[in-house]
């Protein structure tokens, strides 16, 4: 996918291809650092603030869960991996890395999904999108939050804090 295609987010604002500092074996398309030069107009800045480009940044817990997956790769070989809310999708492309049968990278911002195809190729590592899914006759969005495959996301919350702490700490290498 070429750039001119990404998403706009702000007069400004550059996407482009970075590799995380806790997971170097990752690179997603994200902002960059530098701040755009030009006045911020109040349509764009509400825009911003109703709508936020979460897939533009990748968040702690994210790497931290990420890294976790990467080192610990019996987790998600030959199974099946959702990854909720997924934005960026940099743990369903760990995941995808580390040999999941198949990823399927869930969210309601059809943008985040569009860029997660897009970091996935970047990766090469294939995942599928949706901004739905269904399990057990039930049907689940990504902003409706867990439950679903016997406490699965619970056990992944206790390990993304678990993990995160221990980043922080600096027990994480």
């Given at each position: 996918?070429?750039?001119?295609?990404?998403?706009?987010?702000?007069?400004?604002?550059?996407?482009?291809?970075?590799?995380?500092?806790?997971?170097?074996?990752?690179?997603?398309?994200?902002?960059?650092?530098?701040?755009?030069?030009?006045?911020v107009?109040?349509?764009?800045?509400?825009?911003?603030?109703?709508?936020?480009?979460?897939?533009?940044?990748?968040?702690?817990?994210?790497?931290?869960?990420?890294?976790?997956?990467?080192?610990?790769?019996?987790?998600?070989?030959?199974?099946?991996?959702?990854?909720f809310?997924?934005?960026?999708?940099?743990?369903?492309?760990?995941?995808?890395?580390r040999?999941?049968r198949?990823?399927l990278?869930?969210d309601?911002?059809?943008?985040a999904?569009?860029?997660?195809?897009?970091?996935?190729?970047?990766?090469?590592v294939?995942?599928?999108?949706?901004?739905?899914?269904?399990?057990?006759?039930?049907q689940?969005s990504?902003?409706?939050?867990?439950?679903?495959?016997?406490?699965?996301?619970?056990?992944?919350?206790?390990t993304?804090?678990?993990v995160?702490?221990a980043?922080?700490?600096?027990?994480?290498?």
């Amino acid at each position: 996918m070429s750039e001119e295609k990404f998403p706009h987010i702000v007069e400004g604002a550059v996407i482009c291809a970075r590799q995380l500092p806790v997971v170097p074996e990752i690179s997603l398309y994200l902002m960059s650092d530098a701040i755009p030069q030009n006045a911020v107009s109040q349509s764009a800045y509400s825009r911003l603030m109703e709508q936020p480009p979460y897939w533009a940044f990748c968040w702690g817990g994210g790497q931290a869960l990420a890294r976790w997956i990467l080192d610990n790769p019996e987790s998600v070989q030959q199974r099946e991996v959702i990854d909720f809310g997924a934005g960026s999708a940099v743990a369903g492309i760990a995941a995808a890395m580390r040999g999941a049968r198949t990823v399927l990278a869930v969210d309601i911002d059809p943008d985040a999904l569009l860029m997660a195809r897009a970091n996935a190729a970047l990766n090469q590592v294939s995942l599928e999108t949706a901004d739905t899914f269904a399990a057990g006759g039930g049907q689940f969005s990504a902003g409706s939050g867990c439950g679903l495959r016997g406490g699965f996301c619970q056990h992944a919350c206790n390990t993304c804090d678990r993990v995160a702490r221990a980043y922080v700490a600096g027990s994480v290498a």
